[in-house]
């Protein structure tokens, strides 16, 4: 059974810097993409970051230049370094995934439990 484990969420303030972590236990043959995404009180979930199998990544307008996605292929985790963070970046963040467990077959949405960031001004 696949799980996707975050941690590195907090208390920090303005200006201060988390970094996120996400490991996927279990059996799996590939990843496809794997994202952060955040959702704050009242307000819908959004994406944050993405990096594709090949490294291609993408970033939310609000992160560009401050946030920072990377992963560990051996390890089957993806990062997420925060810098400079600010009161709006509050939020539980979530890992997705999007994975192959066995060779050929179907991909896989997977999400992870979520792990609350807040930012003090």
């Known amino acids: 059974q696949v799980q996707l484990v975050e941690s590195g969420g907090g208390l920090v303030q303005a200006g201060g810097s988390l970094r996120l972590s996400c490991a996927a236990s279990?059996?799996?043959?590939?990843?496809?993409?794997m994202a952060w995404y955040r959702q704050a009180p009242e307000k819908q979930r959004e994406l944050v970051a993405s990096?594709?199998?090949?490294?291609?990544?993408k970033y939310a307008d609000s992160v560009k230049g401050r946030f920072t996605i990377s992963k560990d292929n051996a390890k089957n985790t993806v990062y997420l370094q925060m810098n400079s963070l600010k009161p709006e970046d509050t939020a539980v963040y979530y890992c997705?995934?999007?994975?192959?467990?066995?060779?050929?077959?179907?991909?896989?949405?997977?999400w992870g439990q979520g792990t609350q960031v807040t930012v003090s001004s």
């Open positions: 279990g059996s799996i043959f590939s990843m496809n993409v």
């Open positions: 990096i594709t199998s090949g490294g291609s990544t």
């Open positions: 997705n995934a999007v994975l192959m467990l066995v060779p050929g077959g179907p991909y896989y949405n997977y």
